[in-house]
Nanobody
Framework: QVQLRESGGGLVQAGGSLRLSCAAS????????MGWFRQPPGKEREFVAG????????HYADSVKGRFTISRDNAKNTVYLQMNSLKPEDTAVYYC??????????????????WGQGTQVTVSS
């Protein structure tokens, strides 16, 4: 069983920055493709960013391109989401997700079997 734990959320003013962390255990982290999703209150869970193990390929939702950066540190079994220039519309619970093996539809939450409990990010105007 893979265990994921998010941290780093909190309250920040618009224009500020936060760095989220997701620590993984249970399986070889370097073999996991990792993603970040978020779920605003009353809305569906949506893809934010992903990073794949083989080549470090990254993918971003259009809404966060140029502002968010996903990275991973395999030695620490951790994936990060650096969030800059935060906007009130970024307010959501942010979830770390993982899948062992390649997937085609990486923006679909149902394709990720491993999930953390989420961390709240609130951006005030």
């Amino acid at each position: 069983q893979v265990q994921l734990r998010e941290s780093g959320g909190g309250l920040v003013q618009a224009g500020g920055s936060l760095r989220l962390s997701c620590a993984a255990s249970g399986l070889t982290f370097s073999s996991l493709n990792m993603g970040w999703f978020r779920q605003p209150p009353g809305k569906e869970r949506e893809f934010v960013a992903g990073i794949w193990w083989r080549y470090g390929t990254t993918h971003y939702a259009d809404s966060v391109k140029g502002r968010f950066t996903i990275s991973r540190d395999n030695a620490k079994n951790t994936v990060y989401l650096q969030m800059n220039s935060l906007k009130p519309e970024d307010t959501a619970v942010y979830y770390c997700a993982g899948v062992a093996g390649g997937i085609y539809y990486y923006t679909k939450p149902e394709n990720y079997p491993y999930w953390g409990q989420g961390t709240q990010v609130t951006v005030s105007s």
